[in-house]
């Protein structure tokens, strides 16, 4: 097993480059299932989540070929045959259950396991099955299978109780095929949703309204294969943000724009950090006093859920009174009592988390719970007196590509180590 340790209080400088979004490029390979010519995606970070799913892929006859000089996946589904509900690989990754919604637009049929929660919340697909039935398929779920079948998908009017993002993605790839006009009401506004789109319609997809709450699809024919960049990673741009805010440090994030880092850029803000904003990256000012702030994490364009453990590392070490109230996961504070044991003090009370500013952190030894979680690890390290070593790993290689290498070229006293 390997863990991260990380030697608190280096100041940070220089710059980063900024990956491919990692939620963008899964359900952007997932969507080629759509479409049986060569597909070549860009800039695609070699993350574990991207490997299982191309692993998948491959499991499913597709041929993918990973260009090591670009990062380029070429992937052509040309030869791809059902799924089996019972691949480990789909048990071992959520965003597996993306193949559904394409795999019944091309075959009308398919048989998935049901997707297991995680350690930040139950996970539950009925809004993706709620879309799949009004267009048209049978969904029937027993021993922990889902089989959706349909002569034809027939477009239908779908509202969501909640704007899912996986939910809204199923629903729009099994909808680009189907006959007639879909809308999806209450839609996820997130940019991977738009990029998707956007990929879809470099395709020939027939999509009005992604990122917004109302998505109208008009259903063709075929797709054709395309050669395509995914946006780039919000989350991550957002975690080297705060590194520079709670080590009191100036970095300059490459790669990036401030119109899908809004939300999180207004509230660092609010905190007292400073951004000047330029074309294709963003300096991040953290240098001066910062305030304690309050914060509710809500579907976009509100503040992301992905980063409220991070935020939740540096208000940890602001002097006053800061709340975090986390509406989208019912149980993603686990990473409260990792930064209990470095020294935080942080009350939960149901979704809430009542923070005190102290000092200063201690290191020891604590765990990534989840990807975000693990990521909340490694900037407490970066302040707190003396070494931090971060277990279970794994969670923040499914989400951060070289994530050490990031962090020592910004000047981190930081390394992985297979103990
Ligand atoms: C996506 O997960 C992201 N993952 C998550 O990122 C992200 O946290 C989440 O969206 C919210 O932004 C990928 O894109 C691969 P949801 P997803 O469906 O699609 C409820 C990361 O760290 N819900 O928007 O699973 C659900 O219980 C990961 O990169 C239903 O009730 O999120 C949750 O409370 C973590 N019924 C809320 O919606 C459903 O059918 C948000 O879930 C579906 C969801």
Not at 42 to 52: G, Y
């Amino acid at each position: 097993m390997e863990k991260i340790i990380v030697k608190g209080g280096n100041k940070l400088s220089g710059e980063v480059n900024i990956s491919s979004a990692k939620n963008s490029v899964l359900p952007i390979i997932v969507a080629t299932i759509l479409c049986p010519d060569k597909v070549i995606i860009q800039n695609s970070p070699m993350l574990e989540d991207v490997n299982v799913i191309c692993n998948l892929l491959n499991e499913l006859n597709c041929d993918i070929n990973i260009s090591k000089i670009n990062n380029s996946l070429t992937i052509n589904t040309e030869n791809i045959i059902p799924a089996d509900a019972n691949s480990e690989l789909i048990k071992k990754m959520r965003a597996s259950f993306l193949i559904m919604g394409p795999m019944l637009a091309r075959f009308g049929y398919c048989k998935l396991s049901l997707p297991g929660g995680c350690n930040i919340g139950s996970r539950p697909i009925d809004l993706h099955l709620k879309g799949f039935k009004a267009l048209g398929a049978d969904v029937n779920i027993g021993h922990g299978i889902v089989e959706a079948s349909a002569k034809k998908l027939i477009g239908n009017r779908i509202y969501l109780d909640f704007p899912s993002v996986g939910a809204t993605e199923n629903i729009l790839m099994a909808s680009v095929l189907a006959e007639g006009t879909t809308i999806i009401e209450n839609a996820a506004e997130e940019p991977e949703v738009w990029d998707l789109a956007n990929f879809l319609i470099s395709m020939g997809a027939d999509i009005d309204g992604a990122g917004t709450g109302k998505i109208v699809i008009n259903g063709v024919k075929t797709l054709k294969g395309i050669t395509y960049k995914p946006i780039f990673d919000r989350i991550e741009a957002g975690t080297f943000m705060i590194a520079a805010a709670i080590t009191n440090s100036i970095i300059k994030i490459n790669g990036v724009n401030e119109e899908h880092l809004r939300p999180l850029i207004e509230k660092l803000k609010e905190c007292g950090i400073i951004f000047t904003e330029k074309d294709d990256c963003i300096i991040v000012d953290g240098r001066g006093d910062k305030k304690p702030i309050d914060i509710k994490t809500m579907p976009y364009p509100g503040f992301p859920t992905d980063m409220q453990p991070q935020m939740m590392s540096l208000l940890s070490i602001i002097n006053g009174s800061s709340i975090i109230t986390e509406t989208v996961f019912e149980n993603r504070f686990m990473h409260v009592a990792e930064l209990a044991r470095m020294g935080s003090k942080i009350k939960i009370d149901g979704r809430t988390a009542f923070i005190e500013g102290v000092q200063n952190l201690t290191g020891c030894e604590v765990k990534a719970t989840d990807l975000r979680a693990g990521a909340a690890m490694i900037l407490a390290g970066l302040i707190a007196e003396g070494k931090t070593e971060i277990n279970d790993i794994y969670h923040i290689d499914r989400g951060y590509i070289n994530v050490e290498e990031k962090f020592k070229n910004l000047g981190a006293d930081i390394i992985r180590i297979s103990k």
